[in-house]
């Protein structure tokens, strides 16, 4: 079993950056493979990014490429999400998720684990 705890959400300012940060426990079998995905109110879940924890291989969103960056730390088992240049379209609920592979997918039904959220809400 995978536990994800997303963490660093925030009001920001547009212009202004944030870091969001998923603690991952279990199996790292289980979690070779992160996403973010966010929800913003009264729209679908979109695929922000995505990770190879073994590889570094790395997938972006092309409204984030450029603005986002995801990043891992094995040893610390967190992953990390810095934003930049935020923007008010990038207000949303932000999540985490996990599965086993070797592929960014950006797919949030192919994910089998995911964590609570963390609300990111930039001003204009």
């Known amino acids: 079993q995978v536990q994800l705890v997303e963490s660093g959400g925030g009001l920001v300012q547009a212009g202004g950056s944030l870091r969001l940060s998923c603690a991952v426990s279990?199996?790292?079998?289980?979690?070779?493979?992160m996403g973010w995905f966010r929800q913003a109110p009264g729209k679908e879940r979109e695929f922000v990014t995505a990770i190879v924890r073994s590889s570094g291989s790395t997938n972006y969103a092309d409204s984030v490429k450029g603005r986002f960056t995801i990043s891992r730390d094995n040893a610390k088992n967190t992953v990390y999400l810095q934003m930049n240049s935020l923007k008010p379209e990038d207000t949303a609920d932000y999540y985490c998720?996990?599965?086993?592979?070797?592929?960014?997918?950006?797919?949030?039904?192919?994910?089998?684990?995911w964590g609570q959220g963390t609300q990111v809400t930039v001003s204009s």
């Open positions: 998720a996990a599965r086993r592979g070797l592929l960014t997918y950006s797919v949030g039904n192919l994910y089998t684990y």
């Open positions: 279990g199996p790292t079998s289980n979690s070779n493979v």
